[in-house]
Structure formats: C-alpha cells, structure tokens
C-alpha cells in the first residue's frame, strides 16, 4: 500500500464513517454508566481486592503500601503487581473515598476500553459493522462487566494489554514512532497490573518478527528494544521487592510436576468455563422472565435505548450506506487483527498452562482467569465473520445469515449483562455488598474500646472496615481438621492466649456454621456448640455474635 492510502486512511476514515464513530462512543458512554450504576455498594471485592484496597489506604495513610498482619508486623504488597493500588490512590485525590475512587477509575477504565478497542479496531479495518459489532458486544459481555466492576487488576490489565496489541497493529499499518512507544509502554503497564499480561507481550513480540515490512535485522532490534521497555517496570518493582523485608512471596514452585494429571484437569476445566461463554441457554431464558417482573423503569428505558444502538450497529453488516461501500479498505488490517487475536488466545493459553503446571497452590481455571482469551476469542469470532463475508461476497445471504448469528448472540448477552447490573446494583457482591455494609455485627465493633484485638471467622470484611486484621480460627482450616473441638480459649495457640488472657474479642458471623458444615460435615452443630461453650455473649445481632472469655465459665 502506498503511503498516500496510509495518509487518506489516517485523516479521512472517521470522517468517511462518522456514523460508526458516533455510535462507537455513544457505546462506551453507556458502557461505562452500565458499571457505574452497577458499582452502587462499591466495586465488589472478596480477600484479593480487600487487600489491594486496604494496601493502598496504608499507603495513603503512610504505612506503606502493604498490610499489617495480626501479629503487628507490617507486610508489603509483593505478591500482586502494585499498578492497581498505586492508580486507585492517584483516584483517591479527587474523591478522597477510596470506594469511590474504585467506582470511578473502573468505569473510566470500561469506557475508555470501549472506545479506543472500537476506533482503533475501525482504523485498522475501515469496516464500520466490524468495529461497531465488536463495541457493542464488548460492551454486554458478562465477565467483562463482573471484572470492570471490581476492586482487582483486571480493568487496568485488559485496557493496557489490549490497546497495546492494536497500538502495535495501528503502527504497522501506518508506521510512526509514537504508536510504537505507546504500545511498548502500555504492554510494560499492562504487566505491572497482573502478570499473565506478559503473555500479551510476548504475542506482541511475535507479530513484530514476523512483520515482512521490515528487515530480519529490523525486526530483530525492534523486539528487543520493544521487550526491554516494556520490562523495565518489572524490573525497577522486583528490584523494589527483594529490598523489602519481611516481605510476602508470591506462589512458590511444586517439587511434584504431575504434568497428565494437571493437563487433564486444565483441559476438563477450561473446557467447563468455556461452555460457560454461550450466549443462549435455558438459564438465559429463566434470568429473562425473572428480569422482566423486577426491572426499574430507567432500567427497562437503558436495555430498550442499548438494544436500539446493538441493532443499528448490526445493521451495518447488511446494510452500509454509500459512503461506507465507497471506502477503499486495507485488507491486510483484517488479516492482522486475525492473526493478532489468534496470537493472544495461544500465549495466553501456553503462559497459563506453564504456570498451572509449576505453581504451588495450582492457580483456579474460571471465566475471571480466562476473561482475556474470552475477549480475544469474542473480536475473532466477528474479524473471522468479516473476512467470510469479503470471500463470498456475492452472496448477500451469507451476510443476513452472520448478521443474525450476531444478534443472537448480542441478545443472550444482553440478558445476562443486565443481570449482572441490576444485580449488583440492589446487593452488591463480596465484602462490599449491602449486606456487609449494613451489617449489625460490624458496626457493634465501634462500640468496643478502642485497639481491642479482634479474633473471627470472617477476618477480611473487618479489616476492609476497620483497618485491623484479625486473628483467624484454626477450627476453620479445612487442611488440618481437629478431631475433637472444645471451647475457645482452651487452646495454646497465639490467638487463643490473647482470648484467654481477656484481651481479645471473638467475633463469629452469622456463616460460622456453614464453614464448620463444609470441614466437618454432620458433627458441624455438636463442634459449633462445643466452640462456644461457656464463652460471654457480650452482644448479638441479626448477622453475627461477640464473645469474651468468662474466667468462671464450666468450659473445660
């Protein structure tokens, strides 16, 4: 192509397809008031998320950004990436709450995803139903809403790791060093907000040594100076890392490498998440009759006005208005976005693979651990699509027939998108939820005397609240289970002393008996009554219970 194409491309294809412009950013617009109106409780968060929320209001607060763990002793954050944190600290600034900060960093993160996949999806093509149909899937794609509403990495990985990917694509279209050095930097980013983003920058490196524009001894130098830009970030956080004392270290490595055992595992699993993915199934068709009788009126307005934008957008794919059939489109944009996503889903796989293979504990397979080769899979399905219709384009039905497919598709999506939002919305979910926020038992803390020591079954959501991390319950590890429970504060464990000795205050949540039930089945009631015998109730609620130890109690 010559560089005249590369330049009309450049300054005339958003204002050839200012439709599809519009509706790209119309898109992420909604998109990113979809998670925020979900985020009403807060971004959720479970013990990952809590510790990088707690970590950082240390931080901010001048401890350090880390935890500090029940003994006193100060830990910090080594284990995980520190972008996330250091970013919601930087948000904190403008909302000083660090909940807030949360809600508004993922839905500008959401937003901007949208857009900037949308519009350098639509430079990279020229196809306005390719870059519209990939935003407004995008944009009801279940998992990506669970991880755009949360308190982890996933936001700040999936934006950077991404947008590096069609950075770089962007920049072999149409060379110019900016482009080059943007995606270096954000593929460096991506990796500082989770690790396996390494796997994005290793399919970058790819595509960079198989770009035939360039000479072997080009491309050899370019991906090296590629690759070490992108891991100087690493590099400066570990070298921070093995500075700091008393520091936590990340998974350790398995002696046992029971490499069919795990690989059947993996592929039963991944293949369970996977099936997950499709859009139509009578749960879909349950959730639609349930949504139907309990939605808002401006709920019900946001899906009709959404559904509106999904099938103009769709519309596209067989019906393009003259001025979008008259744009001269670059093939070898489709060719590359084809090969770029078929790159990210392997080294996403084969980065995954060798760590479910060496780590110790064996990391979960679910739809948050596989969301990218999910994202990836989603943009390859409509590339693979537009490059169908370009080989048979004689035949109109073929595109009636691929324009339905992805109606379908954006239909049961679009169910189970507005699930999750309106979901989220009245409960919230993990230890941000409306239940936990509201939580009597939590609040009965406040009327304790100020740094008592606190001992429970449910340590996170009071250290998300009240900035202290609890002793936990032996009872409660599932990998040692006692034979024989007796009454707190009988035992010679750390916790059990402070108890004993009247310094500390045992807390059990209302869910006690169900952990117990899941370690110790049937005899869960019998060791739930023998654990609090002879304890003083000092207060109890609705949700949970306190209990001091009675020096004149019968416990044995």
């Known amino acids: 192509m010559s560089k005249s194409f590369y330049r009309w491309q450049e300054l005339g294809l958003l204002r050839e397809q200012r439709v599809s412009t519009v509706l790209i950013i119309v898109l992420s617009l909604l998109g990113g008031l979809a998670v925020y109106y979900a985020m009403a409780w807060g971004p959720w968060a479970y013990s990952d998320g809590v510790g990088y929320i707690v970590s950082t209001r240390n931080m901010i607060n001048g401890i350090g950004l880390g935890l500090v763990k029940p003994s006193g002793i100060f830990e910090p954050l080594v284990s995980h990436p520190p972008l996330y944190p250091l970013t919601l600290a930087v948000t904190n600034l403008f909302t000083h709450d660090l909940f807030q ?25 020229g196809s ?11 944009v009801i794609t279940p998992a990506l809403l669970l991880a755009f509403s949360s308190a982890m990495a996933e936001p700040l990985f999936i934006l950077f790791s991404f947008t590096s990917t069609l950075l770089l694509l962007s ?73 700091v004392r008393s520091a936590g270290s990340p998974k350790a490595l398995t002696a046992q490498l029971d490499l069919i055992n795990k690989l059947q595992i993996f592929i039963r699993r991944t293949a369970e998440v996977v099936w997950t993915w499709k859009p139509i199934s009578p749960e879909v068709i349950t959730i639609a009759k349930r949504l139907a009788g309990h939605m808002e009126s401006i709920e019900i307005v946001a899906v009709i006005f959404f559904s509106l934008l999904l099938i103009s957008g769709l519309a596209l794919l067989g019906f393009r208005s003259r001025s979008d059939a008259e744009i001269k489109r670059d093939p070898s944009g489709v060719r590359q976005l084809a090969v770029a996503f078929t790159l990210v889903i392997a080294s996403y796989v084969v980065f995954f693979l060798v760590i479910y293979f060496i780590s110790y504990p064996t990391p979960d397979i679910d739809t948050r651990i596989l969301l990218p080769v999910q994202v990836a899979s989603v943009l ?132 006690f008996l169900g952990q117990l039930r899941s370690i110790y089945g049937d005899q869960a009631d019998q060791n739930q009554a023998a654990f609090t015998q002879g304890l003083e109730l000092i207060f109890e609620g609705s949700d949970g219970a306190m209990y001091i130890y009675s020096k004149g109690s019968d416990a044995p």
């Open 101 to 125: 900060a949360g809600r508004w960093l993922d839905a500008a993160s959401f937003t901007l995803f949208i857009l900037v996949s949308g519009l350098l999806i639509l430079r990279l093509t």
């Open 128 to 138: 306005g139903w390719v870059a519209t149909t990939s935003a407004s899937l995008l």
């Open 171 to 243: 920049h072999f279209q149409n060379p110019r060093r900016p482009t080059w050095l943007a995606s270096t930097l954000l593929a460096g980013l991506g990796i500082i907000a989770r690790y396996p983003a390494a796997s994005f920058l290793l399919a970058n490196l790819i595509l960079i040594l198989v770009d035939r524009s360039n000479s072997l001894r080009k491309r050899l130098r370019s991906a090296t100076g590629y690759g070490t830009i992108a891991l100087a970030p690493l590099a400066f956080f570990w070298l921070w890392s093995f500075t």
């Open 380 to 511: 390859l399905i409509i590339v693979v699509s537009q490059v169908i219709i370009e080989h048979w384009r004689q035949f109109k039905w073929v595109r009636g027939v691929l324009g339905m497919i992805m109606l379908i598709f954006g239909a049961g999506y679009l169910v189970l998108a507005t699930d999750i939002v309106t979901g989220q919305h009245r409960t919230g979910l993990g230890y941000t939820a409306k239940a936990w926020r509201e939580s009597k038992t939590l609040v009965a803390i406040d009327d304790l005397p100020p740094g008592t020591p606190l001992i429970s079954n449910e340590p996170i959501p009071i250290m998300l609240y009240y900035d202290m991390w609890p002793d936990e319950l032996d009872v409660l590890n599932p990998t040692v289970p006692m034979n024989t429970i007796t009454a707190f504060g009988t035992g010679n464990s750390r916790a059990e002393v402070r108890f004993r000795e009247g310094h500390a205050v045992l807390i059990l949540f209302d869910n």
